[in-house]
C-alpha cells in the first residue's frame, strides 16, 4: 500500500503525487481511494481505489535506479518496425507499459530513425513523432522527480551523463 506523499507513475497521466487516502461510500459499500496529484499539470485531481491501482499504477524509479538507466541508454536495443499499421500498435503497447526501460528503448528507437531520415529530408511521421513526445514526456517526468532535479533539466543532464563509447 502506498503512503501519503509517495510519488507513483499513474497510466499514462505521468508522475502524481498522494496527496490523501480518503474513504467514500458508493452503492452503500464503503471504499478506500488514492488522491493523486500530476506533479507536473496543474488542476487535476485523479482519485482511484486502492485496490485497483496494480493494473497502472507504479512508484517512481529510485534514484540508483534512475541513474543505472541513464547509464545503460547506449547499450538500449532498438527495433524499429516498418510497417506504420504495425509499429503504431507496438509503440502504443510499449507506451501504455510505462515501464521506464520500455520507454528509453522507444524514444532511442524513435530518434535514432528521426536522425537517420533528417539525412535524407525526410521527417517522422506524425503518429511517431506525438509517440516520441509522449515517451519522453513520461520518462523525463520521472527521472525529475527521481533525481530530485528541475524537469526542464533532465535532457540536459541525460546528455551529459549518457556515457559515451
Not at 147 to 156: A, G, N, Q
Request: net charge negative.
Amino acid at each position: 500500500m502506498y503512503k501519503i506523499n509517495d510519488y507513483v507513475v499513474y497510466g499514462l497521466t505521468g508522475v502524481c503525487q498522494i496527496t490523501d487516502i480518503q474513504k467514500d461510500s458508493i452503492d452503500d459499500e464503503e471504499k478506500e481511494y488514492y488522491v493523486l496529484t500530476p506533479v507536473f499539470s496543474e488542476n487535476m485531481t485523479i482519485k482511484t481505489p486502492v485496490d485497483n491501482v496494480n493494473a497502472k499504477m507504479r512508484k517512481v524509479i529510485t534514484k540508483k535506479e534512475a541513474l543505472s538507466l541513464i547509464a545503460a541508454m547506449p547499450d538500449q536495443e532498438t527495433a524499429w518496425i516498418t510497417d506504420n499499421r504495425e509499429r503504431s500498435e507496438a509503440f502504443k503497447t510499449a507506451l501504455k507499459t510505462g515501464k521506464s526501460e520500455e520507454l528509453v528503448k522507444l524514444v532511442k528507437t524513435i530518434y535514432l530513425e528521426k536522425e537517420e531520415m533528417a539525412t535524407i529530408g525526410k521527417k517522422l511521421p506524425k503518429s511517431d513523432e506525438e509517440v516520441l513526445k509522449a515517451a519522453e514526456k513520461q520518462l523525463n517526468e520521472e527521472i525529475a522527480i527521481a533525481l530530485e532535479i528541475p524537469l526542464d533539466k533532465v535532457t540536459e543532464y541525460i546528455i551529459n551523463h549518457v556515457p559515451h563509447g
